[in-house]
């Protein structure tokens, strides 16, 4: 185990099976954030190199868990199995926070993880529901809305979580898990009028993705493509006229 507290908050690093017991062994919580860590953004082609779980203590302290998969050149990744079932287990009985959701379960389901949206929440959501802003971003609002918070960034120059040694690549990814859990704390108690909508929101999700995975959609290319070729042809002939 590799351990780092930054913010009073400790970011840890699973080396070993008896560790991830450790985590699964622990319950004393008061909330729980997953954070997915992958080769790519192409959920058919890409797949999970590792996973992150935050559980906020009674006393208000995170820990934050890396458990690394499937790293390239690491000689000691977790075995999938104990995790994955570990995952399924919180999902089936806590609510999780993620953030991007829809993107962490692509992932997880793709690994044969069965995902319900009533019994998680998207932080992503609530910023965007609290705020306007579409697609918003973690560490943005992380350092508007979290006093004195340390955030780590990587060079992004690999797209491939797995080209990254663990060892010290963790705090990025345990990291997200916290804020996760920060953040979703922080904007449900100061942005009370989503509560509502949000609630709706989720349930909504939950209805549309049900429906997404049990019926065939159809899509008609050419009514696509005309379409496209329309809005292209108008905004030539705007250009033309400015």
Known sequence: MIQTTTNGHNLILIQNKDELYDIIDKNDH????????????????????????GIERVDNSIDSYYIPLRHKNYGANIDTEPVFTFLQHLIDNERILFFNRVFSFFFLEKEGIKCAL???????IMLY????????????????????????DLDFSKQNFSEYNPE???????????????????????????????????????????????????????????????????????????
């Not at 009533?118 to 992503?124: A, C, E, L």
């Not at 050419?222 to 006229?241: A, G, L, T």
């Open 30 to 53: 008061k909330s729980i954030s997953i954070n997915v860590e992958t080769t790519g953004f192409d959920y058919i082609k890409d797949y999970t190199v590792g996973v992150s779980v």
């Open 118 to 124: 009533n019994k998680t929440h998207d932080v992503q």
């Open 129 to 152: 529901l609290a705020t306007s802003k579409s697609c918003p971003s973690r560490n943005e609002y992380a350092r508007l809305f979290i006093p004195n918070v340390d955030i780590f």
């Open 168 to 242: 010290n690549a963790y705090i990025f990814s345990a990291q997200k898990a916290v804020i996760n859990i920060l953040l979703g704390a922080y904007v449900w108690e100061k942005y009370e009028m989503i509560h509502n909508i949000y609630l709706l929101d989720n349930k909504s999700n939950e209805v549309v993705r049900w429906f997404c995975k049990n019926s065939e959609m159809c899509v008609d290319y050419d009514y696509i493509k005309s379409q496209y070729e329309k809005v292209n042809f108008e905004i030539e002939n705007i250009k033309s006229q400015i």
